[in-house]
């Protein structure tokens, strides 16, 4: 899904939460502006992912829940609901290709955690 | 897709569509299965254990019908169009086909007798032929059956257990002419005799005979004699059901039999047979294993394979009225120059022959009689150099001393299966086959007639299957080892864990499963510092999460009991918050639909009321069920709701590799269901009997008696070791049945350790036990008094009392359920949501 529009936004960080609040492996949710939501994790290793808040095998918006985790040294997320797992870095579901969720960037400003409010997808 | 058509829903019927449902992962074929019995495919085999107890739904092979596969039961194929490629049902209705499948079976031959057709005579093939037999015998004194073969034998011995005096006639000169010789049969037949079964070899049987009632009456035999005769089954052989191959012009074998080649296809290479519908260079095997072959290699040829049908083993071995019996290879020495290797024990009650070839270094086959412990090792020798002294092998320590090392890996070890030794050992080095179920799994070896389980024991330990015992891929130990390590270096955390004892970051399954050892080991509050984010979906908010992403709620309700003032409470909690009320199948109430943001307000308020954390989202003990006994019951002769809150009170709270169930019934008619759960407890007059081992849930399993007349003091240390035992050592998610059936020794070893302090750990598991029941403190109420903890029950961390706006109900039954799913990638909340 590349961009169409020859006049992408800027880039608008918004607040997630204290960056003591998202511990190693933890992860919360974030309402987006437009109503989206995204979950966003911090890896063991001190990584920030934040990728759709919504499992596209249930409907339910429920990912942040979910166990941090790795296959094979990719980090992935663990669905709570039918265990489904999904790359962190790429969204990719590990079990069927046609599937996956939108990533955002994040970044941790030292007091704060920070999410992009557009997807990386819609990035130009 | 193309279209299968599959005429017959018996055992090699099943078998195919099954074979194809499995390898047919793009979806090439849709199929359509014509089946005429009233059910679905069933259990043949096994048919004689439905007179031992056995249900249909326990013979059922169960239902294939899926998004790909349509089966119609009761319905009959009548007529097949080879130029139109239809197939026509009794119904009327018209499938089409690209490629068609008979597997029509066989049915009973009747000899055409004079009275054969009287009302009290009977074939032995299909459920409903059963429930017949059983009608008949109700009134039945003495049954005769004809025919003396296997089948024969299996009615006879079903007869017996009816209640009916059994005769059974054979006009062979010895019984199993079929597969054993004269010998054999002698002694077979001595040993049935003994059993009260009558015999009559070398006997015509020439007429049935009706009586006043015009029922059977007698069985007039070819030398004059009479025979009373209440029923009748005739079990003389099969006919392969080929009639609709031959009113279609398919080619048909001289003594029936639809004629396949070598691929199973028929004279029209659309068509295929298999099973006892099918001649094979001109044989109809009457046996599940060479159909099951034929089903295997449609199934690869439908998917492009080349596989290929080439004949097929003959082995049979059953246990008739208790008698072993069993028949190899070229059990009868038809091979030339064979020579004969016989050990002949009247006395012993064993008969054993080997056949051997001219120079005697090969195993060719064999028969046993009486003792047919040998078989699971000689059978898979056919044809392989003989690893001794042919007699050592048939004495009776010989065989059973020789280990599934001395087999070559092209040995079949599963005769019903044709699974090799080198199939089962690959089983185990690169498919992780690690017990008897994953070689179940991977190959089906031991899924037919389970003779030759043994023999996959011997190869898992030969293989040395430690390794398969990994958690996954970031712990190499198995789930007991990981305790083990815990414990002995007094680890707290995953990290310390993984660092020093794994790799990688974990994942879904090792995370929970430590959480979990930590907490049986007494590791705190499963919410504390970094627990919380190794726990599983429901532990990980004390709540059970639902398919809308909301959570259930389930107070503890020791032993079911609870006070007008407590339901009350319950009840305004529901009211008030809106959740939907259900009373659970485990005596307590469950509270659904509660938002993530709305538990600790709603805990808050059943806290205040005096109600604890249920567990029901825990690996831990569920609930102690009860019924009243003598608290109301007039047959009760214990305080069973007593005990019921007394053991869920000493056990709540407890973390096990898998849910904990238990129940405590007043008396022996078992209201509370105790002998469905991991540890049910029935009174007695002297005390209470002691079950372990059972559960309902996928593999329903009846709890076994662990000990008797206890009084409670006793009881309790047991189950105290018993739990202890099985946190300790069982596997992650391994309920205690599976975990008992896997131990070595079974049901008698746990009572050895549990009961007789064998290996002198009993102490020490009662003194752990004692540990946990001192260090409970409710979950819930340790949340709410806890910041930290309460920081992490918050919809969104950027607006943390803002509803999940993807969350909606509906009301059904006037309650709120979950209302529509979200379009998925349509995240924006819509209009109906906030009803409440
Ligand atoms: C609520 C309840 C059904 C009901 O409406 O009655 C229920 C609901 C669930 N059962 Fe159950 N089971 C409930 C009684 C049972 C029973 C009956 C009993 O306990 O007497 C059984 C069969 C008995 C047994 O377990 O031996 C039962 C066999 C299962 C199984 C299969 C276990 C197995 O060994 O095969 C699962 C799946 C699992 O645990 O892996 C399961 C899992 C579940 C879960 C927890 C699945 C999940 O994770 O979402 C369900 C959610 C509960 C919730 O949201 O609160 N539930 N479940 C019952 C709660 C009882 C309670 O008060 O705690
Ligand atoms: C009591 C008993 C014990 C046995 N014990 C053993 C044993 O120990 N070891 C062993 O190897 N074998 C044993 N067998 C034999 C074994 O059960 C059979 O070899 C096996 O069931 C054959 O499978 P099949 O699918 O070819 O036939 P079946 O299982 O008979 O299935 C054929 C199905 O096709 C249906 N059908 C037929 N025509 C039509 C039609 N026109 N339209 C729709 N449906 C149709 C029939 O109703 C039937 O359900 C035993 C059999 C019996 C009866
Ligand atoms: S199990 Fe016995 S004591 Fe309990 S309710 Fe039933 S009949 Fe009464
Ligand atoms: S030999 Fe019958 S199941 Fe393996």
Redesign the interface.
Known sequence: MTATTTHAPPALWIDACPAHRLGADDGVAVLLPDGRQAALFRTRDNRLFAVDNIDPFTGAAVISRGIVGDRRGEPTIASPMLKNVFSLLTGQSLEDPQVRLRTWAVRDTGATVQISARAEEESP | MEELVVIGNGMVGHRLVEALHDRDSDHRWHVTVVGEEPRTAYDRVALSSYFDGASAQDLSLGDLSGPHVDVHVGERATALDRDARTVTTASGRTLGYDRLVLATGSTPFVPPVPGHDLPGCHVYRTIEDLDAITASARHARTGVVIGGGLLGLEAANALRLLGVEAHVVELAPHLMPAQIDEGAGGLLRRLVTDLGVHIHTGAASTAVEAGADGRVRNLLLGDGTRLDADLVVFSVGIRPRDDLARAAGLRVGERGGIVIDDTCTTSDDRIHAIGEAAAHRGTVYGLIAPGNAMAEVVADRLLGGGATFTGADTSTKLKLLGVDVASFGDAHGRADDCLDVVVNDAAGGRYAKLVLSDDATTLLGGILVGDASAYATLRPMVGSPLPGDPLTLITPEGGAALGADALPDSAQICSCNAVTKGALTDAVHTQGACDVAGLKACTRAGTSCGSCVPMLKQILSQAGIEQSKALC??FTQSRAELLETVRATGTTTF?ALIENHGT?????IC??AVASILASLGGGHILDG?Q???Q??ND??LAN?Q???TYSVVPRIPGGEITPDKLIVIGEVARDFQLYTKITGGQRIDLFGAR?EQLPAIWTRLVEAGFESGHAYGKSLRTVKSCVGTTWCRYGVQDSVGLAIRLEERYRGLRSPHKLKSAVSGCARECAEARSKDFGIIATDQGWNLYVGGNGGFTPRHAELLASDLDEETLIRYIDRFLMFYIRTADRLQRTAPWIEAMDGGLDHVRDVVVHDTLGIAEELEAAMERHVHSYTDEWAAVLADPAKL?RFE?????PG?P????SFTTTRDQPVPGA?????M???RPQEATR
């Open positions: 891929e970031h990290s990688g970051q974990g994942c879904d995370k929970p970094e919380a984010t190794l599983d979906t990980r908010y999460m398919r809308n992403g993530l920081a919809s969104f961390a950027n607006a803002t999940d706006p993807t969350i799913a979200l379009d998925l990638g995240p924006a909340p």
